[in-house]
């Protein structure tokens, strides 16, 4: 980041920070320099996520919940209950006429609804089809790119090290199929990078004696991510303590030692604790449909129940309905051939199959057709390095971009690393890949500095060698990403360990 000039006005906790390859003084070119390599890799995630998109031409895996239940939002407000063959039903029925498949009953559901509006509004748009219910979070997922790139090119003012950072989460698995799959986990990635890139703004821009706009986007878009998910909850959390830390160093430097906490408590603090009122009334809003509807799940229980409250009986009645919905997720524990234990996720150890045929479509005497969220090997693994890197970096305030993103993958991980017990799965995951993209190329961009002082391209030959390997490997693994049709041999080439399978 670039040093501010005046350190009596906005000294910056980062300029405590030993000097390092990638704290750039000198800030990066701008203007089409800045947004050239970002949008290439952008494009390119659109090149792998948008084409057969429609296929697999079937509901597939958790598609089952989150594809009707965002036709009944779409058409009636709430969540519905179906009939049986439901699945059926609406993929024979190319997208129109399919509200026979609903009753009149409402549908017990458990998580929020931003996500299901978001594959709702693809449906809008493009019918109730497999590509109208994936492009909206397909979508999302290319843009998650774009912001990967131009956040990481913020951290490290760093131009080529943000496009890195951008291709590698381009060309991962788990992102891609996950892009690429209705679901709500994209979704809430979306809305987690959002919410980090806001963040670093208003790190900047308070540093540099700006307004502190940017933190209330951040918690915008946090209380949109919990509507999505209730993990959402864990960023919100870690987010707004990063804030306050670096409000706080930052005050250390610029005051009086003996005012210091009454100026952080008085300036940032009390502010803060309007936040989480800002949060829940953007959660709440979410659920409009629900509220304007008559028959939601719950949504006369408080009256059923001559519940005696100071609060409107719609709101006692949602606050029962999270109770239920906090009981389900506690005690979700029913086996599951694909649960993964999150101690394993950074090494994809377990990753869920979304769907597996062997219709003979490949021209092959014994073929197979997968949709599997795996994510690049190289990618993952030498994240695991070089998390441990940036994590180390930190520690030791070598490097001021290191704290904000371990402190971003591990919101995203370790919080669920109390939930051993539960029905989890790796694909979880998606959520924290672009912190590690972020670290990798970090990690890459101080090899190439032990290799040659120098910054020429040609001269940065570890990260292009790495890029290409990991590219070449996501050509190879992205039949099985996106459902193509291949003979069993060549499928099962791809499968590279049992747990695999």
């Not at 089952?64 to 709430?78: E, I, M, P, Q, R």
């Not at 890139?197 to 878009?221: C, E, P, Q, Y």
Request: proline letters at 5%; aromatic letters at 14%.
């Amino acid at each position: 980041m670039t040093i501010n000039p005046d350190p009596e006005s906005s000294l910056i906790l980062a300029e405590k920070i030993q000097p390092f390859p990638l704290d750039n003084q000198v800030k990066p070119s701008g203007g089409w320099a800045g947004w050239r390599g970002p949008l290439l890799v952008t494009a390119l995630a659109a090149m792998l996520r948008l084409p057969r998109l429609g296929v697999p031409h079937a509901i597939i895996f958790d598609e089952t919940y989150y594809v009707k239940d965002s036709l009944a939002l779409l058409n009636f407000g709430n969540e519905r209950k179906t009939v049986d063959g439901a699945d059926k039903l609406l993929l024979g029925s190319d997208g129109k006429d399919y509200l026979s498949i609903f009753t009149n009953s409402p549908s017990y559901v458990v998580h929020p609804p931003v996500g299901k509006w978001v594959i709702a509004s693809g449906e809008a748009i493009f019918g109730a089809t497999p590509f109208g219910w994936r492009i909206a979070v397909a979508v999302l997922g290319i843009l998650s790119v774009l912001l990967t790139a131009r956040i990481t090119r913020r951290l490290t003012n760093s131009n080529f090290t943000g496009t890195v950072a951008g291709f590698l989460l381009a060309i991962d698995g788990l992102h891609i199929a996950m892009s690429r799959s209705a679901l709500l986990d994209m979704t809430l990635s979306f809305l987690v990078l959002s919410s980090f890139g806001f963040l670093i703004l208003d790190r900047d821009r308070v540093n540099s004696g700006g307004t502190k706009i940017w933190r209330w986007a951040m918690i915008v878009s946090l209380g949109l991510a919990t509507a999505t998910k209730w993990s959402g909850v864990y960023y919100a959390t870690v987010f707004v303590i990063l804030m306050l830390a670096w409000d706080y160093g930052r005050r250390t430097e610029a005051f009086d030692q003996s005012k210091i906490f009454l100026r952080w408590l008085k300036a940032d603090l009390l502010p803060t604790l309007a936040m989480p009122f800002l949060l829940i009334a953007v959660y709440l809003a979410t659920w409009f449909g629900w509220f304007n509807s008559q028959d939601g799940w719950n949504r006369g229980w408080a009256k059923v129940n001559a519940a005696n409250s100071r609060f409107p009986d719609a709101l006692v009645s949602l606050l029962h309905y999270h109770r239920d919905m906090l009981s389900f997720h506690t005690h979700l524990v029913s086996p599951h051939s694909y649960s993964a234990n999150p101690w394993g996720w950074p090494l994809m150890i377990r990753p869920t199959s979304f769907f597996y045929e062997t219709k003979a479509t490949c021209g092959a005497s014994s073929c197979s057709q997968e949709v599997i969220p795996l994510g690049n090997p190289l990618i993952w693994w030498g994240g695991v390095i070089a998390l441990g890197f940036i994590i180390w970096l930190a520690v030791r305030k070598q490097m001021s971009a290191a704290l904000p993103i371990a402190v971003a993958f591990a919101a995203g991980w370790v919080p669920w690393l109390f939930f051993t017990h539960r029905t989890i799965f790796t694909f979880y995951a998606v959520v924290f890949i672009p912190y590690t993209a972020m670290a990798l190329a970090m990690s890459l961009d101080y090899l190439d500095s032990k290799v040659k002082s120098k910054r020429q391209i040609y001269l940065r030959w570890p990260t292009l060698a790495f890029m290409l390997a990991a590219l070449l490997l996501t050509i190879f693994f992205y039949p099985i990403l996106t459902g193509m049709s291949i003979s069993y041999s060549a499928w099962h080439l791809r499968m590279w360990f049992p747990s695999w399978i």
